[in-house]
C-alpha cells in the first residue's frame, strides 16, 4: 500500500506468502485487492474532519467526543470498526493553547483508518515511529510545526486497542464559519497532530 | 475488575518476555501514572497462542526524562495489565 513498505525486506516476505496461497488455489489477487479495497473504500479523513468540524461549532458535542468518542461518531454515521467486524475504541485528544497532542504507533502502524482514509507511508517509517517518541519538538519542526517551548507535548503510542484522534484547537479567524467550511480547514496531518490544524 | 486506578503509579515489567508482546522496549522498568482505562481487550500475547482471554488496558504516562534521560514531553502508551506491576514505594 505505501512506497516505504515496497523497500521493506518483510515487503518481499508477504509477496512470497500470497504467491503461495494463490498457487494453493486459496485466493486470488483480485480478492485480496478487493479485501483492501473495501477497507479503504469509506474510510477518509473528510469523516474524521466532520468530527473535528462538530466540535469546534458545538462545545456540548466536543465534550461528548472527549468524554466517549465512539458514542460521538456514531451521533454522525460513523462507527469505529476497522473492517472485518473488529473495533477499537476511539479516543480523540484537544489541543489547546498550552498542550498539544501527536499519534504514533511505535510497534507497526495502529491508525483509525474509517477517520482517517489510508495511513500516509511517513507515518510507517522507522523515523516517524522512533523519533516522535523521543523528540516530537524536533519532528513537528521538520513538519513545519514549531511549538513555543511552554507549549507541554504529550505523545501517545496507539500500542493497543484504542486509536487516537487529534481535534485541532480551532484557528483564531474561523469565527462565523459555517460547519461545512469549518470541515474543510481540518487535514489529515492536523488530526495526526503533525500539523497546527 | 480493574487492578489500577486512574492516578495510580505503575511500573512497567522489565525483561525480555519469550513470544509476542504489545509491551514496546523502552518502557520496559520504567515507571508512569495510569491516565485512562481502556476497559478490556484480547491480550494478544495469549491469542497469538490460542488462548483468548480479555484483560484490562491502561493509557500510561511516561516523563520523557525518566525514558530518555532528556526532554520535557510525556509519552503515553496503551499496556495490557499483566505489563505492569505497582510502583516501588
Redesign the interface.
Known amino acids: 500500500m505505501s512506497g516505504d513498505h515496497g523497500e521493506l525486506p518483510v515487503a518481499a516476505r508477504v509477496r512470497q506468502l500470497e504467491d503461495q496461497v494463490i498457487a494453493a488455489g486459496l485466493t486470488t489477487d483480485a480478492e485480496l485487492d478487493e479485501i483492501l479495497a473495501g477497507r479503504y473504500r469509506t474510510g477518509s479523513p473528510a469523516n474524521g474532519a466532520r468530527l473535528v468540524a462538530r466540535a469546534w461549532a458545538d462545545a456540548g458535542f466536543r465534550d461528548r467526543l472527549l468524554a466517549d468518542g465512539n458514542a460521538a461518531a456514531a451521533e454522525l454515521g460513523f462507527g469505529a470498526s476497522g473492517g472485518g467486524g473488529y473495533g477499537y ?1 476511539l ?1 480523540a485528544v484537544q489541543n489547546t493553547a498550552q498542550r498539544h497532542n501527536v499519534i504514533v504507533c ?2 507497526c502502524s495502529c491508525y483509525p483508518t474509517s477517520l482517517l482514509g489510508p495511513s500516509p507511508s511517513w507515518y510507517k517509517s522507522f523515523a516517524y515511529r522512533s523519533r516522535t ?5 524536533a519532528v513537528l519542526a521538520e513538519f513545519g510545526l514549531e511549538l513555543p517551548a511552554e507549549t ?11 486509536r487516537y484522534l487529534v481535534v485541532p484547537a480551532r484557528p483564531a479567524d474561523s469565527a462565523g464559519l459555517a460547519e461545512d467550511a469549518l470541515a474543510s480547514l481540518v487535514t489529515r496531518d492536523g488530526m495526526i497532530g503533525t500539523a497546527a490544524f | 475488575m480493574a487492578r489500577f486506578a486512574v492516578g495510580a503509579r505503575v511500573r512497567a515489567r522489565p525483561g525480555d518476555p519469550d513470544g509476542h508482546t504489545r509491551l514496546p522496549r523502552y518502557v520496559r522498568g520504567h515507571q508512569g501514572e495510569i491516565v485512562d482505562d481502556h476497559g478490556s481487550w484480547q491480550l494478544p500475547d495469549e491469542a497469538l497462542r490460542g488462548t483468548i482471554r480479555a484483560e484490562p488496558v491502561y493509557a500510561v504516562r511516561f516523563a520523557a526524562r525518566d525514558l530518555w534521560g532528556a526532554g520535557s514531553h510525556s509519552v503515553i502508551v496503551d499496556l495490557w495489565e499483566s505489563y505492569l506491576e505497582e510502583a516501588a514505594q
Open positions: 475504541r479516543k511505535t510497534l517518541v523521543r523528540e516530537p519538538r507541554e507535548i504529550l505523545v501517545w503510542d496507539s500500542s493497543a486497542e484504542t
